[in-house]
């Protein structure tokens, strides 16, 4: 009778592991999907940015039509991207316009101090940061998934239930895998 | 980041069995002094209830007592965008589900802290003289480990740790001061046999040993695991945001500001970045400070060349305070995280005395809903909201303006 009770209770522990893994992996697969789609949620905040970016420094930057333009072809190409090859490479070129935009600001002083401005400039830097952050928070996602479909014991619940590992976000352009922090004092 | 959390919530269960049982022992003997053998069940009884009424006033209204006694204000994005970014920020890079909520007290201390016992409802708070003093990588950083203390389930932990000391101090106290009068007269009445007074005598000699001793015991108990969260907490901080030295630096400002906190105490101390007594004897006293010496932060921060990650944290803390394990192993386990590298960026102006009052300033006026007008002069004006007449006028110039607060404006629109 005892050895029964004792079988029963083994089972239902393996049965409470198994349940907890299997969550656990569904949790955090989930998570990484959330942070996926955080970071076009950022990429999206960026876009409709810049329009009233541009027009705020249009009339104190008479001279600087070539940038504008290299810009809003930029913003352009972002947008209208479709598959996940054309987006990154669209979004690096974006990155690299607002930075070059960015360095030229530096010659209008007068634009420097208008409070316009400033609070565009806040919201630029701080999206920026977020897209960095949104990609970060997806690689670290992702690691704790592949951790847990990798790793023993969880690996043997992985395999029964089809979890495949994800892939990282890596940036196409290997320059740009050291963010410059956006900051203009 | 996940090991932490299980590893946190499985402390917290061994200490809330430990401390429980601290508490029902205290009980016990208190009962038995008191009533003799069959009070032990009272003692008990009278312990669980003062324990579980202190629990449940914690638990659902822990934050919200908090953050009234630090006069915190909450905040918007108009009111100051680049906070409201930068806890934003924050909260995508810890993958919350829910925005925290941002307040901002009026002190002139450089502080913050963070509540909240899950991270749906979590709350952040700074003061304004963290705000003035900081630029944005350092305001990361201590917003950064902020969060992680609500992530890690830190102040979820520490509430009931400090509602488990702040119940066992009572009962002690309560027993030290009251106990020893009700004893005697008790004795006296009792009709009892010998032995029975000689039992009571004894039980009673090591209750008030106990009642002496588990004070201390709990506190310095409390002040050791407040001690260590804090480093936890300063490595995830930088485990989210990459960059050390953002906090290193925030941790030097704030250390060498002399100005002490107004609204803090020994219980909510652990809940603030910097210890909020500044004395330097309680720097000294290692053992009962509720922070790890600043100096040993900053160091450990700075020793961390080359990756964020709990490794780096681990090994820069051994080689700076000599002691081992930190971090639960089983949070060791991610690869090597690159710390952000940081384009040098031309030097900041540091804002002189005045533009950091009158920033301080329109910040209060701003949660406090005042209006801000600015006339064709230039000088700008702060309307207070309860400055009611029709029209202001310009102090430099005499311009007339409309206020925005004035009740006959809706009044003379309406007639034809």
């Known amino acids: 009778m005892a050895v029964v009770l004792i079988i029963l209770g083994v ?5 409470l592991f198994i349940i907890g893994t299997y969550n656990s992996l569904i949790a955090l697969r989930n998570q990484a999907g959330n942070s996926w789609s955080q970071i076009d949620v950022q990429l999206k905040r960026r876009h409709d940015l810049i329009p009233n970016l541009i027009e705020t420094v249009k009339g104190y930057m008479q001279h600087e039509k070539g940038t504008l333009e290299t810009l809003t072809r930029a913003r352009t190409q972002a947008v209208d991207a479709q598959s996940v090859a054309q987006k990154s490479q669209a979004e690096n070129t974006l990155s690299n316009a607002i930075g070059r935009f960015m360095a030229v600001v530096e010659n209008y002083p007068d634009l420097k101090a208008n409070q316009n401005f400033l609070a565009l400039q806040e919201e630029l830097t701080s999206t920026e940061n977020k897209i960095a952050f949104s990609r970060q928070s997806y690689n670290d996602q992702v690691l704790a998934l592949n951790n847990k479909i990798n790793m023993f014991p969880s690996n043997v619940i992985a395999g029964v239930f089809h979890f495949k590992p994800e892939s990282f976000f890596e940036l196409e352009d290997k320059s740009q895998k050291e963010l410059p922090k956006v900051n203009f004092s | 980041m996940w090991e932490l959390i299980e590893r946190n919530k499985q402390k917290s269960l061994t200490l809330f069995i430990a401390m429980g049982a601290c508490l029902i022992l205290l009980g016990y003997m208190i009962g038995i002094t008191f009533f003799g053998e069959g009070g032990a069940f009272y003692g008990i009884l009278t312990a669980g209830a003062i324990w579980l009424v202190l629990s449940m006033v914690g638990y659902f209204s822990g934050d919200q007592i908090l953050l009234s006694v ?3 204000q909450e905040i918007s994005r108009d009111i100051h965008p680049q906070l409201f970014n930068i806890v934003e920020e924050m909260k995508i890079a810890a993958n919350l589900n829910a925005m925290p909520k941002i307040y901002v007290m009026d002190e002139s201390a450089p502080n913050a802290f963070a509540t909240g016992r899950k991270p749906e409802r979590s709350a952040i708070a700074v003061t304004t003289g963290l705000l003035s003093r900081l630029n944005r990588d350092e305001l990361q950083g201590v917003i950064a480990h902020e969060m992680s203390h609500v992530v890690n389930r830190d102040v979820f932990f520490m509430t009931f740790s400090g509602i488990m000391l702040g119940s066992i101090v009572l009962i002690s106290d309560v027993f030290l001061r009251g106990g020893r009068y009700s004893t005697g007269s008790s004795r006296r009445y009792r009709s009892s046999e010998s032995e029975g007074n000689n039992g009571q005598a004894v039980f009673l000699l090591i209750a008030l040993v106990f009642a002496i001793l588990a004070p201390l015991l709990a506190r310095l108990l409390y002040f050791a695991i407040s001690r260590n969260r804090e480093y936890l907490a300063d490595a995830s901080g930088v485990r989210l945001t990459r960059y050390p030295e953002g906090l290193a630096s925030a941790l030097e400002k704030i250390s060498s500001s002399n100005v002490e906190l107004n609204f803090a105490n020994q219980v909510t101390a652990p809940l603030y970045i910097v210890n909020p007594f500044r004395e330097p004897a309680e720097r000294f006293i290692g053992l009962t400070s509720t922070h790890p010496p600043i ?17 780096s944290y681990q090994s820069a803390y051994s080689s700076v305070t000599g002691k ?12 090597t995280v690159p710390v952000k590298k940081v384009i040098s960026e031309p030097p900041e102006k540091p804002k002189s005395a005045k533009e950091q009052m009158r920033e301080i300033g329109d910040l209060n006026r701003a949660v406090n809903r005042f209006a801000f007008l600015t006339c064709v002069c ?18 430099r110039c005499w311009n007339r303006l409309e206020n925005p607060f004035s009740k ?3 009044k003379t629109t309406l007639n034809p």
């Open chain 1, 11 to 15: 089972v239902a522990v393996i049965i």
């Open chain 2, 70 to 72: 630090s006069h915190a």
């Open chain 2, 295 to 311: 100096e040993k932060r900053i160091q450990i921060l700075r020793a961390m060349m080359h990756s964020a990650d709990y490794k």
């Open chain 2, 324 to 335: 081992a394990s930190l971090i639960p192993a089983a949070a060791l386990n991610d690869e």
């Open chain 2, 378 to 395: 230039g000088l700008k004006i702060k309307v207070p909201p309860d400055f009611t007449k029709s029209n202001i006028v310009c102090p």
């Open chain 2, 408 to 410: 006959t404006q809706s």
